[in-house]
């Protein structure tokens, strides 16, 4: 299981606005300490609890760059949330990767939008609800 993720961050203003706008309607819950954000939903019952997300400066003092081929993905409750999500995250300083939508060459009901956060690293919404048919 995974146990958290850590995103780098060269301006913690722009991406605190950044992840409070992509995961706070997801119900992740937000921490800010010395070191730099954590995020957090609530636990679970019966198990460990989810992935934990740290966006802060990286450790070494160096400038955090993009991990190329490397993206986080965070599931939604519906096609609705995936939109809305993706929206805030644009308006919050994210920029637009890839529309939200199907896309059958993973399944027909993979529906997702691709974000990039301020540093430029690759985020997914996604959801597994089917089409509604008119």
Not at 23 to 51: N, W
Not at 95 to 108: I, L, N, T, V
């Amino acid at each position: 299981m995974l146990s958290y993720i850590t995103l780098g961050a060269n301006d913690m203003q722009a991406s605190e606005r950044f992840y409070t706008a992509l995961l706070l309607p997801l119900g992740y819950r937000k921490r800010v300490d010395p070191e730099g954000l954590e995020f957090t939903l609530p636990p679970q019952a019966g198990g460990s609890g989810p992935c934990v997300v740290y966006v802060k400066p990286p450790f070494d003092g160096q400038p955090a760059t993009v991990g190329n081929g490397s993206m986080a993905a965070f599931r939604t409750g519906s096609h609705d949330s995936v939109r809305q999500v993706h929206a805030a995250a644009i308006a919050a300083g994210g920029s637009d990767e890839g529309p939200p939508g199907f896309r059958a060459a993973y399944s027909k009901n993979f529906f997702v939008a691709y974000v990039r956060d301020p540093v430029g690293n690759k985020i997914a919404l996604f959801c597994n609800e089917a089409a509604v048919q008119a």
